[in-house]
């Protein structure tokens, strides 16, 4: 009897060992897998007998990935003329003159919309696309997508994927270039038919007659694009740190010392030569008064 107790007792013992608990939540590396598996749809055969298994996310990612790649192309030759020239030649006419050669290149039709318009539409519509896109994703894993938004804050569901820094940084760069293009290319456009007289000029003219919005604007958007620029390379290219560790911090400091850097290159040029060179007083300048005359809530 008591060797059959025991018997029993060791397969009970057996059995235990064996089962293997389930978490009630997944861990956060698995996350993403998750949400790719629960929303991109099973494989089907194309009509060539191809099976796609790629989801939306994986579209949207590489379209928002790769418009950054086109738009690199023209920053390049802008900072180029706006910055790294100023900086060499200190001299602004000197300058202006290797913008006006340059210029028509990345402005004619259709490289400005091939290099400027479309990549940057494409790149910020194709990331809000694919916060929606995971956010129903997280509605659908938690089978809440008939609940209200009170009762989903209630209950403590977070269907909103975190946004990483890149991800913010790049939501306030956003509205920084579109006043940069409406200030330098709508504006002159709209009232002198181009922007073929608005140059280095118009833009220190606008920081000796307007100096308050000007520094700031362009403060902003200098320290803002130097750490958009430079983490969204890292996130393209897996050189984001993940973690505590010591390799972790590491890159940490690289990566900001590097935005540091960037920024301090562009601003040593745009703002250290560009914004000091003054204001026109000839007839101009004039004309640059008129077109700063019309942006909106900005005094004359």
């Known amino acids: 009897m008591e060797r059959r107790d025991s018997t029993a007792s060791q397969d009970t013992f057996i059995s235990l060992q064996q089962l293997e608990p389930s978490p009630i939540e997944s861990p956060e590396e698995d996350t993403e897998k998750q949400l790719h598996s629960l929303s991109s749809p099973p494989p089907r055969a194309g009509t060539l007998g191809l099976s796609g298994s790629h989801g939306v996310a994986y579209y949207l990612t590489r379209l928002q990935k790769y418009s950054s790649y086109v738009f690199t192309i023209y920053t390049s030759f802008h900072l180029t003329n706006t910055s790294l020239l100023p900086l060499l030649t200190r001299s602004l006419p ?179 030569v560009v914004a000091r060179f003054g204001r026109d007083d000839t007839w101009v300048g004039k004309g640059y008064n008129v077109l700063y005359s019309k942006i909106p809530m900005l005094d004359s």
């Open 94 to 272: 000197e300058s202006e003159t290797y913008l006006l050669l340059t210029r028509p290149y990345y402005q004619s039709f259709p490289l400005e919309s091939l290099l400027i318009t479309l990549p940057v539409a494409t790149h910020i519509l194709s990331g809000v696309a694919l916060r929606i896109h995971r956010r129903n994703a997280n509605l659908a894993r938690y089978g809440s997508a008939g609940l209200s938004v009170s009762e989903r804050l209630q209950k403590g569901l977070k269907v909103w994927p975190k946004v990483s820094w890149s991800s913010a940084s790049g939501y306030v760069l956003a509205p920084l270039v579109l006043g940069h293009a409406f200030v330098n290319r709508i504006l002159p456009w709209v009232y002198e038919g181009g922007s073929s007289g608005v140059g280095l000029g118009f833009v220190s003219h606008g920081f000796a007659s307007h100096p308050f919005v000007a520094w700031s604007g362009y403060t902003a958007l200098i320290s803002v694009a130097a750490g958009h620029f430079v983490w969204g390379a890292a996130r393209w290219n897996g050189w984001v740190p993940i973690g505590t560790s010591k390799k972790a911090k590491r890159r940490w400091w690289v990566l900001n010392g590097v935005s540091v850097l960037f920024a301090g290159l562009w601003a040593a040029g745009g703002l250290g």
